[in-house]
């Protein structure tokens, strides 16, 4: 991701750090040195008897053990995945807490309870921890600041740990509340069904968490959540829609079997000019089969009066991501998304190019099958039409 910094690894899992999160992580440090107390627990140095950089120090100190303890949250979620088989690239700390990037999230609702529910519970029990020990240290009578801040400290940590346990469970998406809700539900409906339930809750949650803000007297920060809640739980039905409309639909029956190719050698003014034609954005090059790919952003790595002396070969993509005609449409949208690529080249075992797949042809597809399942008196069409298709003709080549 852009902006992030690797600092270690856990599990085998590299962990980053985002410049977002230190934006935040300098707002806990303010939050925690000026803090008073809320019902009765003390959530801030303000009143430690000691000077600005003193209650500055332990606000730090005590920024970094809370991030630390959310970068557990994230690692209980990872844990439990990994021994479900799902593979972890990466966690993030960035400006909402953290962010586990995995490869696909289980479906079985069992396991996404779990593994949902692990975050959550890890951080009700570090508070719970936190709570008692600072009962320990206030018990010990000391009145030395260092004594004081430390017991401070543990009440902060044990304070926000509860809360991030708490509003983690709100049976809204993004949340791990929502996966909890979805999975629960998914064990009487289908996989489908569940999430547009789950994400209709959290829209709902979300709708009431900023009429919340306004009548509270305009909470910003609340009303940013609620706004990040519902563009998150509705990018969490459409991925789940997609993934679901595509169920049993190979690259073959999506993609484009006539291809316009280009060769190595093709000049780069040549190649906006093909462009132009074909209002295409990126071509499969070809030389003897395919050896690399180009688009029109690559057309920005020569300057443009140089365009008719450079060549195709001296800007395209050599490292490319193929397909087979026969992988699960699904699982090309997740290496698109994965690789952040727009189209990918399909390729048959031979080698030999037989078409082209975009996103919008995934997307094109999920939309019809959406619409053939409200017109179907028989519930839910066969792809019987698409096995009858005949093999793809070989491209044509430039
Ligand atoms: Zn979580």
């Known amino acids: 991701m852009n902006g992030s910094f690797r600092i270690g690894r856990i599990f085998g899992i590299p962990i980053y750090i985002n410049l977002s999160f230190l934006f935040i992580l300098l707002l806990f440090v303010w939050v925690f040195s000026v803090g008073d107390e809320v019902l009765g627990v003390r959530i801030g140095f303000l009143n430690l008897d000691a000077g600005a950089e003193v209650r500055y120090l ?24 990994i021994r479900y088989g799902v593979k972890i690239r990466h966690i993030t700390l960035m400006i909402f807490g953290g962010v586990a990037s995995m490869e696909e999230i289980p479906s079985k609702p069992g396991q996404e309870l779990k593994m ?21 240290v206030g018990g010990l009578g000391s009145s030395s600041v260092e004594v004081e801040g430390i017991e401070i400290l543990l009440g902060i940590v044990g304070f926000y740990n509860i809360l991030l346990a708490g509003f983690n469970m ?57 706004v990040f809640v519902y ?20 690259v073959r029956q999506v993609m484009a079997d006539v291809v316009q190719v280009v060769h190595p050698d093709t000049s780069v003014q040549q190649l906006m000019d093909v462009m132009l034609t074909t209002r295409s954005k990126g071509y499969p090059v070809v030389d003897n089969g395919l050896v690399g790919m180009v688009t029109l ?22 490292d490319v991501v193929t397909a087979a005609p026969e992988l699960p449409a699904a699982e090309a949208i997740k290496i698109m998304a994965q690789r952040d690529i727009s189209r990918l080249p399909v390729v048959d075992f031979s080698g030999r190019l037989v078409g082209i797949v975009t996103k919008k042809d995934f997307l094109k597809m999920v939309e019809i099958v959406e619409a053939r399942k409200k017109v179907s008196v028989w519930g839910r069409p066969g792809w019987d039409q698409f096995q009858q298709r005949p093999p793809a003709p070989p491209p044509p080549q430039t």
Do not use: C, W
């Open 58 to 81: 332990f606000g730090g100190a005590t920024a970094v053990v809370f991030f630390a303890t959310i970068l557990a949250h994230e690692l209980a979620h990872s844990y439990v995945a």
């Open 170 to 226: 709100l049976p809204a998406f993004p949340m791990d509340g929502g996966r909890v809700l979805r999975s629960f539900l998914a064990t009487r409906m289908s996989h489908v069904e569940a999430t547009k339930k789950a994400v209709a809750v959290a829209k709902g949650m979300a709708i009431a968490m900023v009429v919340f803000g306004v009548l509270a007297g305009f909470q910003p920060f609340l009303i940013i959540i609620a």
């Open 116 to 136: 949902a529910i692990a975050g959550p519970l890890t951080s009700l029990v570090i508070g719970i921890i936190s709570y008692l020990m600072m009962i320990v």
């Open 231 to 250: 563009i998150m739980a509705k990018e969490e039905e459409r991925a789940t829609v997609i993934t679901a409309n595509l169920e049993g639909v190979t």
């Open 297 to 318: 952003s690559d057309t920005n790595k020569v300057p443009k009066n140089e365009a008719h002396l450079r060549k195709v070969r001296d800007i395209m993509t050599v």
